[in-house]
């Protein structure tokens, strides 16, 4: 069976493996409660599931101290939910990262948990403290409203545009996530995200490839390749360039009593990816024993990084 040992693939081949070469990112996932429920959320966020905990101040400081204290090169902290504005803390979870150095990318659907007034007064304080330290990544699924709400749900449009434009207006550092899902090329959905945003009066250049990330899509058909230590020859492609070549996240398992550092922000609840509860646990080589792995980072190029 495909996707069984972590070692061979189903035709006996060696599982490809990768390396951590430097821990450059590292995410925090505040939590898979969201007050949407996509059809194709990457981590099955909606408003009950609760199956990764609020992370709190507490519990990221050590993380950050880690970094410090074992000379990490990590230049980068990423935030990702759930909606990370719906977690209690994470106005004081920003400020922590940006105090220490970090440059910092929250990853939001800038709809209604972000634009209450007291996110709203936190954000514009972090901004003016640290300026472009802060980048806002906004997912907008696609130019077209109504394909936008086939993924995130009806009404989900106008909310969001309010937020973007509200970051636009205010000057944020501001980047879209895409979706690749309905088949267009990669040309035709940045000339389309490029005519909504002139259109809406919002500053993203949907040409310039990190201010517009397109992501591939997800799933675990029965056509979707293992990746063998053969592949990286055969595919052109590198280990080195893989997320989890990179990165590292966070996660507080619901009933647990430590967080956990995963080996990938797409894989929260595999315990395969748990790699322990410190960075240092942490940076062993990963198996690539998941069709996330194939399907997202070594074939679609993915990567959640800035």
């Known amino acids: 069976m495909k996707f069984a040992d972590p070692y061979i693939t189903d035709n006996g081949s060696p599982r490809a493996h990768v390396a951590l070469n430097e821990l450059n990112t590292l995410w925090l996932n505040t939590g898979t409660l969201c007050n949407l429920a996509c059809e194709n959320c990457y981590i099955e966020s909606t408003p009950s599931n609760d199956r990764l905990s609020y992370l709190t101040l507490a519990e990221v400081l050590p993380y950050l101290d880690e970094i410090q204290r074992d000379s990490y090169k990590t230049r980068e902290i990423g ?7 719906m977690n209690p803390d994470i106005l004081a979870i920003m400020q922590a ?3 220490h ?3 910092l990318l929250v990853l939001t659907n800038a709809m209604r948990p972000m634009m209450r007034p007291r996110i709203q007064a936190g954000l ?3 901004k003016k403290a640290y300026g472009n330290a802060l980048t806002l990544r906004v997912s907008v699924d696609h130019f077209k409203q109504n394909l936008h709400e086939e ?7 106008a909310p969001m545009i309010k937020g973007l434009k509200w970051l636009s207006t205010n000057k944020f550092q501001i980047d879209i996530a895409g979706r690749t899902r309905w088949g267009e090329s990669e040309a035709e959905l940045r000339e389309g995200f490029a005519a909504l945003f002139k259109r809406q009066k919002i500053a993203i250049d949907a040409l310039d490839t990190k201010q517009l990330t397109l992501f591939p899509e997800m799933n675990n058909d029965d056509l979707i390749p293992e990746i063998t230590t053969d592949c990286w020859n055969i595919l052109g492609v590198a280990a080195s360039d893989m997320m989890c070549a990179s990165s590292r996240m966070v ?3 619901k009933g647990q009593d430590k967080p956990s550092v995963m080996a990938c922000t797409l894989l929260a609840y595999d315990e395969q990816f748990n790699l322990g509860t410190t960075l240092k646990q942490a940076s062993q080589s990963v198996q690539l024993n998941h069709p996330h792995c194939a399907k997202f980072c070594v074939l679609g190029g ?5």
Do not use: M, Q, Y
């Open 124 to 126: 514009l304080d972090l």
């Open 97 to 99: 990262c940006l105090s």
């Open 151 to 157: 993924e995130r749900g009806a009404d989900s449009w």
């Open 101 to 103: 150095g970090f440059a």
């Open 251 to 253: 996660v507080k398992h």
């Open 302 to 306: 993915g990567s959640c990084s800035a």
């Open 79 to 85: 935030i990702t939910g759930g909606e990370p504005f």
